[in-house]
C-alpha cells in the first residue's frame, strides 16, 4: 500500500504541494493574528502578503516568494478583482513594496483595519487548495 501511494503522489505533484500549501498557510495565520494582536504593522503587512503568495502557489507551480500583485488577482474571480478583495490584495501588495523600496515610510496602520477581510479572502483561497 505504501508503495502504491507513493507512485500516486508521483503522477499527481499537485497533491503533495496543495499539503504543503495549506500547512504552510495555517503556521503564516498563526503569526499573522500574532502580529496583529500584537500591534506590530510591519510583520502584519509582510505575513498578509506572504499568506496570500502561499494560498495561490499550488494554482502556479511556483515559489511562492515569486508571486507579485497580479499572480494573486488573476486566481481571483473577475467580480472579486474589481471588488474589496481585489482591493485589499492591491492594499497589501503596495504597503509590502513601499515598505522594501522606498525610502519614506507610510503608516501602515490602516491595513490593521483590513484584517477581517483578509481573512475572509485566506478562507475563500483556502478552500480552493
Known amino acids: ?9 508521483e ?3 499537485e497533491i503533495v504541494r496543495r499539503r504543503q500549501a495549506r500547512r504552510e498557510l495555517r503556521r503564516v495565520k498563526r503569526r499573522l ?20 503568495r502561499i494560498a495561490c ?7 511562492p516568494r515569486a508571486l507579485v500583485c497580479a499572480d494573486v488577482l488573476e486566481v481571483l474571480p473577475a467580480t472579486e ?3 474589496q478583495p481585489g482591493e485589499i490584495v492591491r492594499r497589501f501588495f503596495a504597503a509590502e513594496n513601499a515598505a522594501s523600496y522606498s525610502a519614506k515610510r ?3 496602520g490602516e491595513l490593521l483595519t483590513l484584517k ?3 481573512e475572509e479572502l485566506l478562507l475563500k483561497l483556502e478552500a480552493r487548495l
Request: net charge neutral; proline share 6%.
Open 1 to 9: 500500500l505504501w508503495e502504491r501511494r507513493c507512485r500516486h503522489l
Open 11 to 13: 503522477l499527481h505533484p
Open 33 to 52: 493574528h500574532q502580529a496583529a494582536s500584537a500591534g506590530a504593522t510591519a510583520d502584519f503587512t509582510q505575513c498578509g502578503v506572504s499568506a496570500l
Open 57 to 63: 502557489a499550488p494554482h502556479y507551480p511556483a515559489n
Open 81 to 83: 478583482r474589481q471588488g
Open 106 to 108: 507610510e503608516t501602515e
Open 116 to 118: 477581517a477581510g483578509l
